[in-house]
């Protein structure tokens, strides 16, 4: 495992009006890492995703994936760098099969120069990366079922599928458990143990034990700002993380 | 998206047909004359519909694309002397620019506060074209004696040789578009109207793409446009109206949006309630409202849904 810094940032403010949602955080996340985000509602999880994955522009700070700076870099242009990300409310497109979802999310990377009237089914190679990427994410036998009429967890996997078509070296996960069925969450375990290798993934999850399982560190956050930052073990044992989360009177789990 | 024949794509062909062969039947000068009509506003409400029924993006403009084109053409083959190819290149390309212009202004705004800005935007070059350019578009007067085509020995004014030429510009429209529906841009457009973030998300430039779908259908727009001065032999500010851009929505929608067949059958039902009932009353917009309003609510995919059934495919 190589020890450089896939994504980073450092002093990272979001200021809605008055509101301070995130408040000069600073994180890094070194490669090959699960990191899990946790800390109870409204502590500024899915705002620090929103800042990184550049779908809220930052107050102030500094962004950096690998060792480049995009702080000012465009939401599209992330994606094409390596970043990916899924959301905590299924992003994905419903009327499209399953096959048609991933072979969009393969699109703007595989091929720059196309000619428009060439017919999509026609290009073999987003084909082979769409069904290479529904056997990782094991929707292989529904290529070709509309996406609305799948399952809460398998439309998890077409999210956590079209997050991966860009082949991102950081994977930034919210909630990828959220409204899941119980009978559902052990195989989307599975499936972030399985995509992790190879990639950095930053998630935010609520579920304590899949969090306390999976993750090589977490950080807690509370109010916009860090709380701390450790292993497993170490944040159970924190007196100030049990405070937050009782005092808020917030424990998912 | 698996097949190529879908059952709204050879429904449009067969529209297609259907009006191509229309003389075999009848000669009758102003029954041809109001197929060209259904003809020229097809390939309008088309173009409209790929805006809003492919892209998502809502216009109360589109008479400012449709009226370009006319003029465009106008300009081309009357100032300049071209032909009717270069006429329709520079409508197709008058309406296209202008609706680049509309998106570059709109780009930060959507849904409808866009579709605001796109009525606004057409209002004011209304104006303008009216008032300040008078000397290029002939003020509210209009411009007479826009030319027809002359090409291969063939009298396009006679009316049944126009219809022909135009009804196979309708069938290239149908096939194009569907090509282009079915093309990596066509599925990165659907994605656009589904989930603007997600597509935002996996790495395309919306903004670019939003650009891509207003001037491709501008350019429709515009070709239609230039046809309609064509037959006319006419063009007027009366193209620039906000009712031209309110009528294109209403055949839209009455026929049955993001389908290829929808805007064909509505644009068609328009015309058809239109001639009938003009000539019975002069409340005949009134009862055309009504049947729009009994439309939306009973077949609010429009008629076209009555063809397509629940072939989800389509």
């Known amino acids: 495992m190589t020890t450089s810094t896939a994504i980073s940032c450092a002093g990272v403010s979001v200021f809605f009006d008055d509101f301070r949602a995130l408040n000069k955080v600073s994180i890094d996340?070194?490669?090959?890492?699960?990191?899990?985000?946790?800390g109870p509602n409204g502590a500024g999880k899915t705002t620090l995703l929103n800042a990184l994955s550049g779908r809220l522009p930052q107050t102030t700070g500094r962004i950096m994936l690998g060792g480049t700076d995009i702080s000012r870099v465009p939401v599209h242009r992330r994606a094409a760098m390596g970043l990916g990300r899924s959301f905590q409310i299924i992003n994905i497109f419903p009327e499209m099969?399953?096959?048609?979802?991933?072979?969009?999310?393969?699109?703007?990377?595989?091929?720059?120069?196309?000619?428009?009237?060439?017919?999509?089914?026609?290009?073999r190679d987003l084909d082979e990366k769409a069904c290479a990427v529904a056997e990782e994410v094991e929707l292989t036998d529904v290529l070709d079922t509309p996406a609305a009429m799948l399952s809460h967890g398998r439309q998890r996997a077409v999210e956590l599928g079209l997050s991966l078509m860009s082949d991102p070296s950081v994977l930034l996960l919210d909630e990828p458990?959220?409204?899941v069925g119980q009978a559902e969450i052990d195989q989307t375990v599975a499936l972030i143990e399985r995509v992790r290798h190879g990639r950095t993934v930053l998630l935010v999850e609520h579920n304590m034990d899949v969090v306390m399982n999976i993750s090589d560190e977490i950080i807690v956050m509370i109010n916009g700002e860090i709380l701390m930052r450790g292993t497993a073990a170490e944040v159970q044992a924190d007196p100030r993380v049990r405070e937050a989360y009782l005092g808020s009177g917030d424990r998912d789990a | 998206m698996t097949r190529f024949w879908t059952r709204d794509f050879l429904i449009a062909l067969g529209l297609c047909v259907l009006l191509l062969a229309a003389p075999l039947v009848t000669?009758?000068?102003?029954?041809?004359?109001?197929?060209?009509?259904?003809?020229?506003?097809?390939?309008?409400?088309?173009?409209?519909?790929?805006?809003f029924g492919r892209g998502g993006i809502l216009s109360f403009g589109h008479a400012a694309f449709f009226a370009l084109g006319a003029y465009g053409y106008t300009w081309a083959t009357m100032d300049l002397g071209l032909g009717f190819g270069a006429g329709l290149a520079m409508a197709i390309l008058c309406g296209a620019v202008f609706a680049v212009i509309v998106g570059l202004v709109g780009q930060r705004v959507t849904g409808l506060y866009f579709a605001l800005l796109t009525l606004m935007l057409a209002q004011l070059l209304a104006i303008i074209m009216v008032t300040r350019l008078r000397?290029?578009?002939?003020?509210?007067?209009?411009?007479?004696?826009?030319?027809?085509?002359?090409?291969?020995?063939?009298?396009?004014?006679?009316?049944?040789?126009?219809?022909?030429?135009?009804?196979?510009?309708?069938?290239?429209?149908?096939?194009?578009?569907?090509?282009?529906?079915?093309?990596?841009?066509?599925?990165?457009?659907?994605?656009?109207?589904?989930?603007e973030e997600r597509a935002r998300q996996i790495g395309f430039n919306t903004a670019r793409l939003r650009l891509a779908v207003l001037s491709i259908s501008g350019a429709y727009s515009g070709l239609a446009g230039a046809l309609l001065g064509a037959l006319l032999m006419y063009v007027?500010?009366?193209?620039?109206?906000?009712?031209?851009?309110?009528?294109?929505?209403?055949?839209?929608?009455?026929?049955?949006?993001?389908?290829?067949?929808?805007?064909?059958?509505?644009?068609?039902?328009?015309?058809?309630?239109k001639e009938v009932l003009s000539s019975y009353t002069e409340y005949w917009y009134g009862i055309l409202g009504i049947t729009f309003i009994l439309c939306t609510i009973f077949l609010p995919k429009g008629v076209v849904s009555l063809l397509l059934g629940r072939d989800k495919s389509r």
């Not at chain 1, 996340?29 to 946790?38: H, M, R």
């Not at chain 2, 009509?37 to 790929?50: C, E, H, P, T, Y």
């Not at chain 2, 090409?151 to 126009?162: K, P, S």
């Not at chain 2, 929505?249 to 064909?264: F, H, N, Q, S, V």
């Open chain 1, 29 to 38: 996340v070194k490669a090959g890492q699960v990191v899990a985000l946790i």
């Open chain 1, 97 to 123: 099969t399953v096959r048609e979802n991933l072979r969009l999310g393969a699109q703007p990377h595989k091929f720059r120069f196309q000619p428009f009237w060439r017919d999509v089914s026609g290009w």
């Open chain 1, 177 to 179: 458990l959220a409204g």
């Open chain 2, 27 to 51: 000669r009758n000068e102003s029954v041809f004359f109001l197929l060209s009509l259904i003809v020229i506003w097809s390939i309008f409400a088309l173009a409209f519909d790929f805006c």
């Open chain 2, 135 to 195: 000397r290029f578009t002939g003020g509210d007067d209009g411009i007479a004696g826009v030319p027809r085509p002359m090409f291969g020995g063939i009298d396009f004014f006679e009316t049944v040789n126009f219809f022909w030429l135009i009804a196979a510009i309708l069938l290239a429209v149908v096939v194009t578009m569907h090509v282009l529906n079915r093309s990596p841009l066509g599925q990165a457009i659907a994605g656009l109207k589904q989930n």
């Open chain 2, 236 to 273: 007027s500010p009366q193209l620039l109206s906000w009712k031209v851009s309110g009528d294109v929505l209403i055949m839209a929608l009455l026929g049955g949006t993001g389908t290829l067949a929808g805007p064909i059958l509505g644009v068609t039902l328009f015309e058809l309630l």
